[in-house]
């Protein structure tokens, strides 16, 4: 398999069958560009929480965090939406136009999103060199966001491998200079301006690649951005919650626990992050085939929304499983110390990778149908949980409490997300997998736990015990079959034929 993928002629292959081997491929190596990433990282972020320690970590994170938040509530769905549109759309004069009005509207949201989060900064009080850093980090937000947003381009088309080596691009870009900066002995400010430089990298990078493809030229229209706002406006509030529900916890703990618990949940915080993002790389791969289908070819869409659910369950599962088994390990990487209170708190949180793969795979179709009312009414029940959660337990239980709200709330939109599909006329689910994934999960643990010898060797044990149990039951799934050149139905329609 190639790195990069050749260029693909507009509206072919997403109407096609291969469009479903391209999807896997492309959220294998999406994944796996992630995974580089995150192998970078490793040599940064146990420099970067060493060096700041945890109690200035926590004032980092919680920046990142507010940041994150406003981003989210002011994205307006943006990205989502050009994702799902560009998929559909064929004629390159309503691509053209539609490319122009959401770059417009980008720039305009994210400026107003970075006034809110600077003012946050200074009316919670976080001091004169944070709020400052709150500027800094805006502006990566906004490259970032234009970025992403003009990438949806190369994804529209199922051109992941270009996505991919951008994402990794702007990853190395970040670890070169966290490392750098840990090195000069600089300090919380410096880091937070890290985003700038790897933002206009990925950014630059995109433009090179679709320029000439799509119009990349600001329309500031407010009367053309009214409809799209309209369209969008329930999605967006949904992607906002989302946002909010995730982070928010740490926010609370900034400003109602010690610095001490605070950063003790930061540095889980931090390896969450990372990990949280696998689920939407692998999942949203299949969008723009479920988004067509949805519109087009109803027995397609329903094979394609069944697999990506079981598929969700067991992956979610496998990294569950492998999160709390090396847990030690990780904490241990980062701060020092096998011992130290975040790998408990690690432990606890490892539970939400489940969650969030189901989330995921039953998200995306329920936008697909346009469903944007249940996916807000998910995502505001997810909130509400965690914010009385997270009030009720931190103060008793710190940064544990912290994390049970957090993957209480990742399960309550799993839950909540899994209901609302099937009752919006989604197909029949495949349930039995849930009890599938339990039997690898209960196995892999066990195997993982009489091995004892080092959590990485736990690791594998586990890993090697969940799948055998797949292979056993025969749920193996066989898109990962496909990875191999075998033949699979992936996001097919049972055995019909390909569509034309």
């Given at each position: 398999m190639s790195t990069v993928d050749p260029p693909i002629p507009r509206g072919d292959i997403v109407d096609t069958s291969a469009a479903g081997p391209a999807a896997i491929r492309g959220g294998v190596m999406r994944t796996a560009s992630f995974a580089g990433g995150l192998l970078l990282a490793l040599a940064s972020a146990p420099l970067l929480i060493r060096h700041l320690g945890d109690a200035e970590f926590g004032r980092y994170a919680s920046i990142l965090a507010v940041i994150a938040i406003v981003a989210g509530i002011t994205e307006g769905g943006v990205n989502t939406i050009a994702l799902r549109d560009l998929s559909v759309a064929t004629d390159r004069a309503e691509r053209d136009r539609l490319m122009s009005d959401l770059l417009g509207l980008r720039l305009a949201l994210s400026c107003i999103g970075g006034g809110l989060s600077i003012g946050f900064a200074a009316v919670a009080g976080y001091g004169a060199d944070l709020v400052l850093g709150t500027a800094l980090a805006a502006i990566g937000m906004l490259l970032g966001l234009t970025q992403t947003l003009i990438a949806a381009v190369l994804q529209s088309r199922l051109r992941f491998g270009w996505a991919a080596l951008i994402e990794l691009a702007r990853q190395v870009v970040t670890v070169a200079l966290i490392v750098a900066l840990v090195l000069a002995g600089a300090g919380v400010l410096s880091f937070l301006a890290v985003a700038i430089p790897a933002g206009v990298v990925g950014l630059v990078l995109t433009v090179v690649l679709v320029r000439g493809t799509i119009a990349l030229r600001p329309a500031f229209h407010p009367r053309r951005w009214l409809p799209l706002m309209r369209d969008t406006f329930v999605f967006a509030?949904?992607?906002?919650?989302?946002?909010?529900?995730?982070?928010?916890?740490?926010?609370?703990?900034?400003?109602v626990a010690t610095a001490e618990e605070t950063g003790y949940f930061a540095v889980s915080f931090r390896v969450m992050e990372v990990l949280i993002a696998v689920p939407g790389l692998l999942i949203s791969a299949a969008f723009p085939i479920v988004a067509r289908s949805a519109r087009q070819d109803r027995a397609r869409f329903e094979y394609?929304?069944?697999?990506?659910?079981?598929?969700?369950?067991?992956?979610?599962?496998?990294?569950?499983?492998?999160?709390?088994?090396?847990?030690?390990f990780a904490i241990e990487v980062l701060t020092g110390s096998a011992d130290h209170p975040s790998v408990t708190v690690l432990q606890i949180q490892s539970a939400a990778l489940?969650?969030?793969?189901?989330?995921?795979?039953?998200?995306?179709?329920?936008?697909?149908?346009?469903?944007?009312?249940?996916?807000?009414?998910?995502?505001?029940?997810?909130?509400?949980l965690v914010v009385a959660l997270a009030l009720a337990l931190t103060p008793s239980l710190g940064a544990r409490g912290a994390a049970l709200a957090a993957v209480a709330a990742d399960f309550a939109l799993a839950v909540a997300n899994t209901v609302l599909l099937l009752r919006a006329g989604g197909p029949p689910l495949p349930l039995s997998a849930?009890?599938?994934t339990a039997a690898g999960f209960g196995a892999g643990y066990g195997a993982g736990t009489l091995v004892g010898v080092h959590p990485l060797l736990e690791t594998a044990a586990g890993a090697i015990a969940f799948l055998t149990v797949l292979v056993v039951l025969r749920r193996f799934p066989p898109e990962l079959r496909e990875l191999v050149g075998r033949r699979s139905p992936a996001f097919a329609a049972g055995d019909q034929p390909p569509v034309s």
């Open positions: 509030m949904a992607v906002a919650v989302n946002t909010l529900y995730f982070r928010v916890t740490l926010v609370i703990m900034s400003l394609a929304t069944s697999r990506l659910f079981e598929l969700g369950l067991l992956l979610g599962g496998l990294m569950a499983l492998g999160l709390l088994l090396a847990a030690p489940i969650a969030s793969f189901v989330a995921a795979a039953t998200g995306y179709p329920l936008l697909s149908l346009g469903r944007h009312r249940a996916i807000l009414l998910a995502n505001l029940l997810s909130l509400v849930i009890a599938v």
